[in-house]
């Protein structure tokens, strides 16, 4: 959607830059109504003042939600200055009415600092995964290390292609908070994963004897139960977040829960299934 980033997901204003402008009306519970394209109307019609040396961003392309009924509104529109960003709220008043000073907010990032978020955001990831196969290795072998990275890999891929999809269908958008959410999952999946590893290497001396096929299914069938409660523990309070935490944390939440259950189930049942298969050849 973004050919200067070339991803399916649909990337928010700290990756691509711009001002995202939130307003809240003061009209109290009689509000009248508001759509998209009444503002999109109204913002082809405001002219903002030109600064020195720069091109009038052009509003055509912003970004329009309305929420709460009509009583708030997001723009994002690009990089504006200060005086620009006056104006643009004043020529929106004849849609909006008198605005509340508490529910307005301006966040400007320049094109410079998304990008740079965008690749600190993709090395810290590339970082925490080099880090994992690493220590895995160390501690267990290299085949664990393979297999923990392709859980991580199956995890994250999956919550990616969730929010490519979202993206697409209902414009939500990724931030650096979704980057936070990804490394988190990264880190509850290898450790999850980890417990596995664990029970299976006890198994090994323990159960010598059988075939490590065997092996496995006794150290999985020993921490299934911990590996359930867990992860069912840990989407109680995202489900809180879910439902109370506010729009801001929503989607972050959403992805965290989502990659939590992932990540439950490549550590129960991808990892140990394909172990005996790459362990045999």
């Known amino acids: 959607m973004n050919p200067a980033i070339g991803s399916p997901l649909k990337p928010g204003l700290d990756f691509t830059g711009g001002t995202q402008i939130q307003l809240q009306r003061d009209c109290g519970s009689a509000c009248q109504g508001l759509t998209v394209n009444d503002l999109q109307r109204q913002l082809e019609r405001v002219s903002l003042p030109a600064e020195p040396g720069q091109q009038t961003p052009n509003l055509a392309t912003s970004a329009v939600q309305v929420l709460d009924g009509g009583r708030s509104v997001v723009l994002r529109v690009p990089a504006l200055s200060p005086a620009q960003g006056q104006a643009l709220m004043a020529g929106l008043q004849p849609v909006l009415g008198p605005l509340s000073s508490n529910g307005t907010s301006i966040d400007t990032i320049g094109p410079t600092l998304g990008s740079r978020l965008l690749r600190g955001s993709l090395l810290s990831l590339l970082v925490s995964f080099a880090a994992i196969a690493a220590y895995i290795s160390f501690r267990y072998s290299g085949i664990f290390a393979l297999l923990a990275l392709l859980c991580l890999a199956h995890d994250v891929l999956i919550t990616c292609g969730l929010f490519a999809w979202l993206g697409l269908l209902r414009g939500v958008e990724v931030d650096s908070l979704f980057a936070v959410a990804l490394i988190t999952v990264a880190g509850y999946s290898v450790t999850d994963t980890v417990v596995v590893y664990d029970r299976i290497r006890e198994q090994k001396s323990a159960l010598a004897d059988?075939?490590?096929?065997?092996?496995?299914?006794?150290?999985?069938?020993?921490?299934?139960?911990?590996?359930?409660?867990?992860?069912?523990?840990?989407?109680?309070?995202?489900?809180?977040?879910?439902?109370?935490?506010?729009?801001?944390?929503?989607?972050?939440?959403?992805?965290?829960?989502?990659?939590?259950?992932?990540?439950?189930?490549?550590?129960?049942?991808?990892?140990p299934t394909l172990l005996p298969l790459l362990s045999r050849k």
């Open 210 to 271: 059988l075939p490590l096929t065997e092996q496995v299914d006794v150290a999985v069938d020993a921490t299934l139960t911990r590996s359930l409660d867990t992860s069912l523990t840990t989407l109680l309070p995202l489900i809180g977040l879910i439902f109370f935490g506010g729009s801001s944390l929503f989607w972050f939440a959403i992805a965290l829960a989502l990659g939590i259950a992932v990540g439950s189930w490549s550590s129960i049942g991808l990892a």
